[in-house]
């Protein structure tokens, strides 16, 4: 169940920055496939908050707390 997975995550994982190389601009592009993995779907850690990024079956993403 998606809610287990996220309570999982709350309760087993902290936020950790992530140490890539920032371009000049400091603007970083990620590619969604990259980012989402096989799943689909990541967990964000946002002040404090965490937050799910997901695709949606029809390829949209979305967003929530």
Known sequence: RSSDLADGFKAHHTCWAAQAP?????????????????????????QGETYRLQTTRFGKLILTK
């Open 22 to 46: 920032e371009p000049a601009d400091g603007i970083r592009t990620l590619d969604s496939q990259t980012l989402l993995g096989k799943q689909g779907l990541v967990y964000i850690c946002h």
